[in-house]
């Protein structure tokens, strides 16, 4: 049986302030081990992390950081200053060997303080502020190009690569034309090139106008599974689309396809089910009444009598072997969850209807520390997950090897607060080169990305 491992007997056994991730239980097809508590610190990773001496990114010894990217700073393009709020992110082969592309999003709300760019031809909405940026970094790790990718979208948050090489970029808003000066209804999901030569502006509204968190593609058969970061009750739901041309390539999304929603039979809130591994067999999917959302928000249309299931904080979406897995940043019952918890991990596998509580991330006994959660999350080459920590407090990379022990990764040292009360900017977007040597990850204010690289070993 699991035992819970509390925030303070994490903190003793890491050296490392502010590390407050804990999880419990089996992995299945993801890591190997026992079924005991995972830790942090210990013989995993890489070591304590390295107080940095210009106060800006603290890693193990033997790694470095550069800094690609910071807001403000003009884009290499000439188009105007690097955009802020850098969220999710991906990386793509390049032209020439050991080029990397990377594409970055902009959860850029209207009172951003540097927008995306407008360009003709790339942009959605003149008002919306939001949108993606493009990055190509060559094998010296020099950044050679910077450019707007996409604008005019809105709170462009996180989403996913698709199998043919291009960025599905997610707007986490339902914000319609007229509110907040838009000219254009925005909830939705864009096709991004990360090469700039087919990009255009267009909704792929098939997929559902919702407040979008992430997406991953079945690389077998082309079906998109998307998460919602609803911020009111009855919160998220999990859903996927079935394209009507499924790996069709750049633009096939437009054709559209049915948008599903997952339903738990029996299970209302993810959020109560709490013990690691348990199993839901012969999971449904109920097709969603109205995927624009034309009168009412998704999460409140009427499914029928047996409803449907929903989760907070539904955010990191990804593809791994034969299934999709996704990650419930928190549960907190005084907001309206059933239960509490600081974070789950699920995965569904497709050919067997099947889905499986993965992995949980407290609550701990600390009433001091209510926020560590895992966000935008990725697999590592060198094994298991690297997770984005977006709570209170310091802010971490966290890296889970195959046998579920927890190491720090990195820590962000940027104080956005006062020396009263310090501030440290969430991390999100972790990704990796498509060589495995690189780790790129964002710091989301001050928006800036990191190219991190070091002795990376298998885990």
Known sequence: ????????????????????????????????????????????????????????????????????????????????????????????????????????????????????????????????????????VDAAGR???????????????????????????????????????????????FEVDPRGRRTEPVPL??????????????????????????????????????????????????????????RVPDVPDLSVVREPGTVFERIEWAAVPDPLARRTPIRFQDFGPRGITHAQKLEGCYWGGDRVYFVSSFARSREGSGADHFGQ?????PARRRLTLVVVFGPDTDVQAPGESPDNICLAPQGGLMVCEDGSGAQHVFGVTRGRQVYPMARNRQNIGTEAEPEWGEFAGVTFSPDGRTMFVNVYDPGTTFAVTGPWRRM
């Open 1 to 136: 049986m699991a035992v819970p491992v509390t925030r303070r007997r994490l903190l003793a056994g890491s050296g490392t302030l502010g590390a407050g991730i804990a999880f419990t239980g089996p992995v299945e097809a993801l890591f190997s081990g026992s079924a005991q508590a995972a830790e942090v610190g210990g013989a995993a990773g890489y070591g304590p992390l390295v107080p940095d001496p210009k106060g800006v990114l603290d890693l193990p010894r033997g790694f470095r950081y550069t800094i690609l990217s910071r807001e403000g700073e003009p884009l290499r393009s000439g188009q105007g200053p690097v955009p802020s709020h850098h969220d999710g992110m991906a990386a793509f082969p390049g032209r020439r060997a050991g080029e990397v592309l990377l594409v970055r999003n902009h959860e850029n709300r209207p009172d951003a303080a540097h927008r995306v760019p407008a360009v003709d031809g790339l942009t959605y909405d003149p008002e919306g502020k939001g949108g993606c940026t493009a990055l190509e």
């Open 143 to 189: 950044v050679r190009a910077e450019r707007v990718a996409i604008a005019g979208t809105a709170v462009n948050c996180a989403g996913g690569p698709t199998p043919w090489g291009t960025w599905l970029t997610c707007e986490e808003t339902e914000d319609r034309a007229g509110t907040n000066g838009y000219t254009k209804d925005h909830g939705f999901v």
């Open 205 to 262: 509204t098939a997929m559902g106008r919702f407040q979008h968190e992430a997406v991953a593609v079945d690389p077998r058969d082309g079906v998109v599974y998307e998460t919602e970061d609803a911020f009111d009750r009855p919160f998220g739901l999990f859903y996927r689309f079935l394209p009507h041309r499924p790996r069709g390539g750049f633009g096939s999304l437009r054709a559209g396809g049915r948008l599903e929603a997952m």
């Open 345 to 349: 991990v699920w995965s569904y596998e």
